[in-house]
Each structure stands twice: as C-alpha cells, then as structure tokens.
C-alpha cells in the first residue's frame, strides 16, 4: 500500500506563508506557500519460525511463549528501524533523516562520556515548540554519566538528572539496546516523536500459524508479520529567524572517543 500525505514543506518558515501588513481597504498581499508530498510505502517485517511436533506435544504452553518472543523480536527490530532505517525497503529512520542535529563535544571532553555540556547544547537545538513533547532516548552505558553528571567537577546538582523520576533536565529518559554505545553518535538522542510520522496497516501485528508447509518434516510453522513506515515530517534542519545555530526535532551529539 503506498499513500501521499500533502503538508507545509519545512525547514522554510511556515512553509512560505507570509503575513503583511496592510493599508486599510488595500489588496492584501498573497504568499504561495512550498507543499511537500511525503510517500509513505508499507514494508514488511516478518519472522517465520518452524517447530517440531514433538517439541510442542512436550514442552506446555511453547506455541504461546513462541508467539509473544516474535511479537517481541519484531517489536525491537521496528524500534531500530525507527532510529537507524536507510529508508530502503524500511522506514528512514531519525538518525538517517536530514533534519537531524548533531552538536559538537565539549572542549578537552573524555572519550565515552556524556556530559552536562552535551545535554544542555543539545536542548538548545531543539525547537521551543518540542520542548514540552521531547523525551530522550539513550544507552543503558550512559547512566554512569548520568548519575555522576555536575555543572563543574565541584558542584554537583542532582536536578539535571533524576534518577526517581527517570528524567534529565526535567524531560522523561528511555534506556533502549537500540542506541549506540557511550561515546559513540546515537548514544543520546534528543527527540520530538510528534514530529515523526510512523504509518502501520489496520490492524498491526499479524500472526499465523500452518502446520501443512512442513508437514511431511512433522512441523509447525509460526508467523508473524507487520507493515509499516516511517520518516521525519521535516525535510531538513531549520535556520531560525535570529541566531545561527540549526533547530531539529531531532538532536544528537557527535562522537567522543
């Protein structure tokens, strides 16, 4: 299935919608706004999983357990679509999207850390509109830094990372296997998810089971599958009307090693 979604083109301002100013009972001025057409095209994800007879006529309840750790497995591998996806015959993913961010390291900064500097540099690249909606995703390797993370190496504020309440600098944090290891690009991940659209046929996960593929093998065959899509809505990175630095929805930090 493949579908046309018509929206205002980010990164130009509103889309080239431009207000005037206006003499009374003059000619308002038009603006002809830039559209994008963004193609969603579902792909499919599927896992296949043959099982002998034996194997489940011995061991209670194996076909239910089966079928959750490949609701599972899909799960995982869709989650890293999302953040890593080249966008060919899979979703493109925030990470492969050209709006994406990065910041620079902090001057002198040790490999495989994560500091305040970097967190704070990274919140200023995200739009003020995001702020309420982002959340950060990031390694369990990170928490280390997380949890020793100070303005200066004298004064330590706990406010920056909350470890109660699973949040830095306020925003809730998500620890996922998906993202890179500490010190590596994709460690840390600054984003607004409303800001990627994710598109999955009615009905979401689908399972099967045959026992007739393998039958003359005395097997039973489990299947699932799911088809999805997904880019960011921005088409680059945006300049704003004061300032230099680029905002995104989606922000990351560079290497450090």
Known sequence: AVGFIFHIWLPYRYGGVIPYWQAEAAQISASKPKW???RIELHKLACLVP???ELLEDVGGLGARLERTMGMAIGE???YAVLFGDGVGKPLGL????AKVSVAKDASQAAKTFTYGNAMNMWARLPAASRGRAYWLANNDVL???????YSTAITNPGIYNPAANTLLGRPIMFIEQ???????GDVILVDPTQYLFGM????LQSATSMHLRFDYDETAYKFSLRADGQCWWSNYLTPAKGSSY???????????
């Open 36 to 38: 994008r057409r963004q």
């Open 51 to 53: 099982v002998s007879d």
């Open 77 to 79: 591998e869709a989650v």
């Open 95 to 98: 990470l492969s999207s050209a």
């Open 144 to 150: 280390p830094s997380l949890l020793t993370m100070s």
């Open 179 to 185: 993202c890179q290891t500490v010190g590596t690009a």
């Open 201 to 204: 046929k009615t009905g979401g």
């Open 247 to 257: 905002i995104s929805p989606i922000v990351t930090v560079a290497v450090r090693s």
